[in-house]
């Protein structure tokens, strides 16, 4: 990358700012930075919290883009930052309806950064916005990483969905009320049900599950497909954060007894090898209910 000006791996073709270094020390990116952004996988923030946790000063503010509860304990990113780093320090997040290579390629694209400090999340939005990126703030931490997380998953099952052919009103469904099912989860959680109609949640939900930049709504064709979990997961090449947040979420609902039928029937054909066809038909056979 440093030769290249380019990661020519994820994002081919798209050169790096000229104020943008690549560096693979810790010490050494973090030595002046004030503001500095994580952007790893869920599981793998808790490492990388830890690892920067020495070089970090009482000034140093953090965000992420990290999106999706930690698996097995069911923490949310802000939660996981509050225990190795504290809860006095500000932090934020960063999600919403973002593809890299449309946002690499200088296409209008818009955000939300959610932050414990108004402060912070507003310095955040005019330092990424410009002429091509719009940053929007937002108080409900809780809210945007919900959404990040479960609209993973559930574009795994419009994948599914599409790939076996069920057509647009089966797609508009699982949108629709997979929505419900993610606010559901979010207000118990304690986030404000508003966000939820926003970027981080209608927003970013209708883009992973309707177009083939989603890595999730990939998985969900190859699946739809007949190929393993394993070989989509090859194929596509990153990492598919909805195959772990299916069980994490499961787990956080179980928990909290809330209920998603859709989420848990994709937890049940990731996991427990039910067959797509199967799923649709406990849903299509659960009880009549009003809206």
Request: proline fraction near 4%; charge should be negative; include cysteine.
């Amino acid at each position: 990358m440093v030769a290249d000006r380019e990661n020519a791996r994820y994002l081919p073709g798209i050169s790096f700012p000229t104020n943008l270094i690549a560096c693979p020390d810790l010490a050494e990116c973090l030595g002046d930075a004030r503001d500095i952004l994580l952007a790893v996988p869920s599981h793998g923030l808790r490492e990388t919290l830890m690892a920067i946790h020495p070089l970090l000063d009482s000034q140093s503010r953090i965000c992420w883009a990290t999106k999706g509860f930690e698996l097995h304990s069911g923490k949310l990113p802000h939660q996981v930052a509050a225990e190795i780093l504290g809860s006095d320090r500000p932090v934020a997040v960063l999600s919403g309806p973002t593809f890299a290579k449309e946002v690499g390629a200088g296409l209008p694209t818009a955000m939300t950064v959610a932050a414990n400090d108004e402060d912070f999340a507003q310095s955040l939005a005019v330092a990424l916005s410009g002429d091509k990126f719009r940053a929007y703030t937002s108080d409900d931490m809780i809210g945007v990483e919900v959404g990040g997380a479960v609209k993973n998953v559930l574009a795994i099952g419009a994948g599914i969905s599409d790939g076996l052919g069920f057509g647009a009103n089966t797609r508009v469904a699982l949108i629709t009320r997979g929505l419900v099912e993610m606010t559901r989860l979010g207000v118990a959680l304690g986030a404000d049900q508003k966000t939820f109609m926003g970027l981080a949640g209608m927003g970013d939900l209708v883009l992973t599950c309707t177009d083939n930049l989603s890595r999730n709504r990939r998985m969900g064709l190859a699946l739809a497909g007949g190929k393993t979990i394993a070989a989509a997961q090859e194929e596509i090449g990153q990492v598919v954060e909805g195959v772990l947040a299916a069980e994490a979420v499961k787990e956080v609902a179980d928990e909290l007894q809330i209920e998603m039928p859709i989420c848990q029937q994709l937890y049940r054909i990731l996991y427990e090898d039910a067959s797509p066809r199967e799923a649709v038909g406990a849903l299509m056979g659960r009880e009549l209910r009003s809206e």
